[in-house]
């Protein structure tokens, strides 16, 4: 509770209030009624700030799912490239080996022959190992091509998850304008009921206590701050003589009567 005065239970006025000249029971209930309308638009304020965050993390789960395809795609494209790579030098090994067999019969001795029938047969054998690959690529690569295709597809129902979900938050921000400039007016019109220098008390408090200004104190403890509101304080509070505040959390306090 906020002192001034030589009194420890004296309430927290502001300076210059001529409360004589105020209800200050019915400046309370404006209060209250303002608190309804400032609380639904902290609360609406704090919804919207989250809603770029939240845009932010579904277009970021929605590119890492574009970046998976595109490594798919990427493995896809060195597949084919590694193939076409072996079938070139399968081509190659191919003609080597056509050309010395051509060469075999023009050989004049036995060792000339038996040695070009080894190159021929190596040829062979490296041209099998490469028509061995050359399969296995094709295989991997025919294996990635359907990843591809069928990533594709999810991705494509992805987007349309994606773009609804984002039309969704848009449209949600779009509500909370609508409310927030309803409740701005209502706010305009409730202001003027209250003195300015109580009103710039509670704004004050509002600021910087997350838009909880003023409480109701119930079972003996602050609405705020749950700190313990001494028999004392609650018989200053229904005094109705000064605005009285939690000494923790220096909110504004009020008693329900009708409770």
């Excluded at 303002?34 to 590119?63: G, H, M, V």
């Excluded at 075999?104 to 041209?127: F, H, S, V």
């Excluded at 359907?146 to 938050?169: C, D, H, P, Q, T």
């Excluded at 309803?182 to 600021?207: F, M, S, V």
Aim: glycine share 4%; hydrophobic share 35%; net charge negative.
């Amino acid at each position: 509770m906020e002192v001034r005065g030589p009194n420890p239970l004296s309430p927290t006025i502001k300076e210059g209030v001529e409360l004589s000249t105020l209800n200050l029971k019915s400046q309370l209930s404006s209060l209250i009624k303002l608190q309804t309308l400032d609380s639904e638009i902290y609360a609406l304020r704090s919804e919207k700030s989250a809603k770029p965050d939240e845009i932010k993390a579904i277009e970021a789960s929605f590119e890492a799912k574009k970046a998976h395809l595109a490594e798919l795609e990427k493995t896809l494209l060195e597949l084919q490239k590694q193939r076409k790579d072996k079938e070139l030098e399968l081509g190659s090994k191919e003609e080597a080996a056509k050309k010395l067999q051509s060469q075999l019969y023009g050989l004049k001795t036995n060792k000339e022959y038996q040695t070009m029938l080894q190159q021929i047969q190596d040829a062979k054998a490296d041209t099998s190992l490469i028509e061995d690959k050359v399969l296995e690529l094709f295989d991997k690569a025919d294996a990635a091509k359907g990843e591809v295709e069928k990533e594709k597809a999810r991705l494509k129902e992805e987007e349309k998850v994606f773009l609804a979900e984002k039309k969704k938050i848009e449209d949600r921000v779009k509500e909370i304008d609508d409310r927030l400039s309803q409740l701005e007016a209502q706010r305009k019109q409730a202001t003027p009921e209250i003195d300015p220098k109580i009103l710039n008390q509670y704004e004050r408090i509002l600021g910087s206590r997350d838009g909880l200004a003023i409480v109701i104190v119930k079972g003996n403890s602050c609405g705020g701050c749950n700190m313990f509101v001494p028999p004392q304080v609650i018989n200053l509070i229904k005094m109705y003589e000064h605005i009285i505040t939690c000494e923790m959390c220096n909110r504004i306090l009020y008693i329900d009567e009708g409770t």
